[in-house]
């Protein structure tokens, strides 16, 4: 038997519905996450939605509700789905201040419900990770994982990749 994951869902691409047609930023979140985790054939997640934002709506009060609930629930491996704009940042955040736990941030670059999304075979790779990783905050993407604070997104390539790289 697998220890437990929680995976808290904030929101983001991962979990689009509905774009704007104009900017084409998230605007309708829909709590597929329990769908795309029975697709990755993970057992042993538990889920729990947080909230449901577009991740440069998130605030510093919404990074500290992440905090505390990665703090005060009882599972040692945590994956939270974040959209990727100020994913760097959130984990920075959780990352000064949650200890002795694996946290792993995740989220896609073409939205759950869309033809060749990446948000299940993220997600899969991010509960891998989360089970296995030593603790610490870690960003999960495309088939790579990073330190909190040695990550970069780039927006022209659509990856995320290590600060050194250019």
Known sequence: MNEIV???S???TIDEVE??????????F????PKMVA???EADVHTEQLFAKESLAITDEDRTLILERCRSCPENRIVITHGTNTMVETAK??????KNKTIVFVG???PY?????DAVPNLKFAIANARTLPPGVYIAMNGQAFPWNDVKKSKEKQIFENLKKQ
Not at 19 to 28: F, I, N
């Open 6 to 8: 929680l995976l808290l």
């Open 10 to 12: 904030t929101g983001g």
């Open 19 to 28: 774009a704007d047609p104009v900017t084409g930023w998230s605007r309708l």
């Open 30 to 33: 829909g709590g597929n996450i």
């Open 39 to 41: 697709e990755t054939g």
């Open 93 to 98: 955040f959780v990352a000064e201040y949650a």
């Open 108 to 110: 896609a670059f073409v």
């Open 113 to 117: 419900g869309r033809e060749h999304s």
